[in-house]
């Protein structure tokens, strides 16, 4: 049973069941969920970048950490990520801090969203990274 104790609430969810279904619905998350594991699996492989919390459904928490780069220049460095990928206008990133340190959040939740997008963004991602180390 959902909790919902204004009846304005429940209408914007029954409307959401009412048009996809609850078996839609399910199918959806549970895909946004694969595509999120299949991001942490590449950033976990990838070696100067570090996955900063579990995963919890389509929600990725990530930090590029390369040698060379003093702990304190790197909230900068990922913040300067976060914004070239955000301003190549092809994907929104959000950030958060875990545990102190400033990480990259990439949260999967469009209906739209394929593979493709998502294998897009790491590799924004990567680009930025590359770029901004060299510089």
Avoid: C
């Avoid at 409307?15 to 839609?24: E, K, W």
């Avoid at 969920?33 to 570090?50: N, Q, T, Y």
């Amino acid at each position: 049973v959902v909790s919902l104790g204004r009846r304005f609430r429940a209408l914007k969810l029954w409307f959401v069941l009412r048009y996809f279904g609850v078996d839609r619905i399910v199918d959806i998350l549970r895909n946004h969920i694969g595509l999120a594991a299949e991001f942490e699996s590449w950033v976990r492989e990838e070696p100067h970048f570090k996955v900063m919390a579990p995963r919890h459904f389509s929600v990725v928490v990530l930090r590029y950490q390369p040698p060379g780069v003093a702990e304190a220049s790197l909230e900068a460095l990922n913040a300067r990520i976060l914004d070239a990928v955000n301003a190549s206008g092809e994907a929104f990133l959000s950030h958060t801090r875990v545990r102190g340190e400033f990480a990259i959040r990439v949260a999967i939740g469009n209906l739209r969203t394929e593979r493709t997008h998502v294998a897009r963004v790491w590799e924004l991602i990567r680009l930025a990274a590359a770029s901004l180390v060299e510089v």
